[in-house]
């Protein structure tokens, strides 16, 4: 059975920093993804990442303040998030493709349940 869980949400102030991770059990997944969906927005994208690690994508919005980073040996992924702003209070979820389709911001199979990440001004 194919199982998404994220970890490490919480509340943190303005300026801080949270780690997500998300275990991936089930299968192996070629590309990991976070979005995240804020009150009253659809969900975005974030980060997106691939077997090698190499060439992550990330939304403008968070560029130069998140890091998505994988360990395929414990089938996880991360997302190391710095310099939070209120504005990036969500939602955050986690996501998976056991195949690449060609960049990392279109469907994913896999969803986790999502951890909530709440950044205070």
């Known amino acids: 059975q194919v199982q998404l869980v994220e970890s490490g949400g919480g509340l943190v102030q303005a300026g801080g920093s949270l780690r997500l991770s998300c275990a991936a059990s089930g299968r192996t997944f070629i590309v990991m993804g976070w979005f995240r969906q804020a009150p009253g927005k659809e969900r975005e994208f974030v980060a997106g990442i691939g077997w090698t690690g190499s060439n992550p994508d990330y939304a403008d919005s968070v560029k130069g303040r998140f890091t998505i980073s994988r360990d395929n040996a414990k089938n996880v992924v991360f997302l190391q998030m710095a310099s939070l702003k209120p504005e990036d209070t969500a939602i955050y979820y986690c996501?998976?493709?056991?195949?690449?389709?060609?960049?990392?911001?279109?469907?994913?199979?896999?969803w986790g349940q999502g951890t909530q990440v709440t950044v205070s001004s």
């Open positions: 996501a998976a493709n056991p195949i690449y389709r060609g960049g990392f911001r279109g469907r994913y199979d896999y």
